[in-house]
């Protein structure tokens, strides 16, 4: 599972969004982003997501 959260991506909100994919929780973030704070996500800062989002699959090297 992936997690992105809002805050970690500068801003001052609670949202988390978790997905299956990169794609998912981008996509998650994008709608998020445009509804709630009123931003469009441009294909640069997609990129500059995708960097913050976290793979929930491992936690202390154990699956």
Known sequence: MK???CRDAGFDC???FRAET???VL????QHAREVH???I???QAAE?????KDEG???GVH
Do not use: F, K, P, Y
């Open 49 to 53: 997501l995708r960097t913050l989002i």
């Open 14 to 16: 609670d949202g988390v």
């Open 38 to 40: 009123g931003v469009t």
């Open 3 to 5: 997690r992105l959260n």
């Open 58 to 60: 491992i936690r202390n």
């Open 27 to 30: 996509n998650q973030a994008s």
């Open 42 to 44: 441009t294909t640069e």
């Open 22 to 24: 990169d794609e998912e």
